[in-house]
């Protein structure tokens, strides 16, 4: 009974995650559009709002190309455990008081632990398509997201010192308990969070695992079809969860007055914290590898400790 | 323990390479992302246009000019018209040397707009190539209305232009010169001031004022290095020694120092075209020999011009055998030239780097193989 109830809530939330990455790009698509004098797309539907759908269709009847000097089982492999992890992640997020996946006690380490997973994906798909531009797309990749990783969990570190526990619902409990979120008292935390999950997601100004102008966008060059648009999808997905983990950190999760059910308060949380990345796409240059790299290392990583020996030295003068 | 074995790699940047801006190739060795040997190869957009000009009348060829550098076809007009006509000893109405002003300078700014925009492209940033593709698209309404052609304009004819502003249009201009202050000001806010910019821009692809003689770079790129050439100021030809302007000049020599330059240029262009449109006299616009197409017959001679154009200083050498068609035309192509040190400079540098370096060059695919 168990394993079906569990297969159920999973299918649910992969078509409601399908839903959700469709208006995540339409979104993306719209507000970078506006912000660059011209009205994004708006000819599939009313406001453009079954463009990705259409692209989606395209995307699925194109012919499924593999090259002829491409290592054939990992080639097809990488797009399929780059999106697997990305959508694990959802079997612990926490949307409101009683929708919820599994109430996991080390939610956070879970989610940390199975996102990494990601990069296998970005490493294989680079290698075998047998192409120096996705080689060296996959390399920058993989130095770029194992940097960034380490500044993401740092950040993450402040708060769970704050709470005393991993679980995802007990964060959002002590932010109801406390009645501020995250925010405010953690506001280092964040911005380092914010700025390692642009790197993490390989978005601009870090997007220079798909330099276009560079790489001739990177790891999936070679990939065409369905297999291109999982690559997509696996990215969305991951942006979806980084920025839903965000909302649970930093913004007090479903919390929110009364005259809004939770989940909406939620989603418009999670939106506000996409727009955020949308904006900066829309204004900064890409950065170089070893700006980034320094800037990494540097700056957010010293950074992040800091929070956690201020955070607890906090806990400790408040008696906690 | 062995000492572990590393090799190069050969990487083929183009023919088809959304950096190079058209069909130019770049066979590099590279060591990771780092460059150890470059070598431009050139050619796949050649067509013979010089060979082309010897089996045209004098006129005929004027279409051919405009595919040069496609992005300022308006001083590659002029440049052709000028040589001729300067084999041919005539002058030119007055009105047309002021209208030819107006277009050339108009179509500087347009070049230059677009360089910014692509070049923050492949820098990574996309808004500002709208930005400029914005501004870019009023300057050629403004050159369809005179011309009758958004880019490739032969407008500018022997003896004079070919069409009279139409009516109202001067004012037009003048408007358009308004907005175009006020938007190009905003690029400074938007772009020049950026960390992420100036951290990929300053002290990028140093270029020295040696380097810059030595190897005949001349434009923006040799202003960009503190060489102060600008024929327009220098050796000035048409009219330009009746504006008051100014010629941009930076020191440093940088991919930020010719980003610089290109700006204020832009605005320098603003300058001269306020002052021509308010000193436009009236009168005919071309001489009444050139009407005659079929009897332009420059005597027996040869003739160098060079003007600045917006990549660099553009030559023309003609010889006329007294014919109505040209013995041998020459062309110097400003981009050819400039590309030439890209062998030069990006040894050493990063793959990144690359895409920065090259687009500050600003070359223009079809006037290097012409």
Redesign the interface.
Known sequence: MDVILMVVYAGIVMNLLLGGVTFAILFERKVIGYMQLRPGPNRHGPWGLLQTIADVTKLLMKEDIIPNEADKKIFVLAPVLAFAPAFAVFAVLPFTENLSGADLNIGILYILGVSSITMLGVLMGGWSSNNKYSLLGSIRGIAQMVSYEIPLVLSVLGIIVLVGSLNLRDIVGYQESIGIWFIIPQFLAFIVYFISSIAELNRSPFDLPEAESELVSGYHTEYSGFRFAFFMLAEYTYAIAISALATILFFGGWLGPAFLPGIIWFLLKMAAFMFGWYWLRATLPRARVDHLMNFGWKVLIPLALLNIVITSIIKVWMGG | MSELKTET?T?NMGPQ???THGVFRLKLEVD??HIVNAEPVMGYLHRGTEKLAENFLYTQFIPYTDRLDYMNAMTNNYIYCSAIEELLEWEIPERAEYLRVITMELNRIASHLVWWGTY????????PF??AF?DRETILDRLNEISGARMTFTYHRIGGVKWDAPDGWLAKVQETVKELHENIQEFHT??TG?E??Q??TIGVGILSKEKVINWGLSGPIARGSGVNIDLRKTAPYCIYDRFDFDIPTEKEGDVYARYKVRVAEMFQSLRIIEQACEQIPEGEIITKKGKRIMMIKPPAGEVYRRVEASKGEIGVYAVSNGTNKPYRIKLRRPSFVNVSILQDLLKGE??????AIFGSLDVVLGEVDA
């Open positions: 790699m990487l390479h959304p950096s990771g992302e923050l492209l492949d820098i990574g940033a996309m808004s709208l930005y914005r938007l772009v950026n992420i910019f951290a990929r990063s793959i990144q780097n690359l895409v």
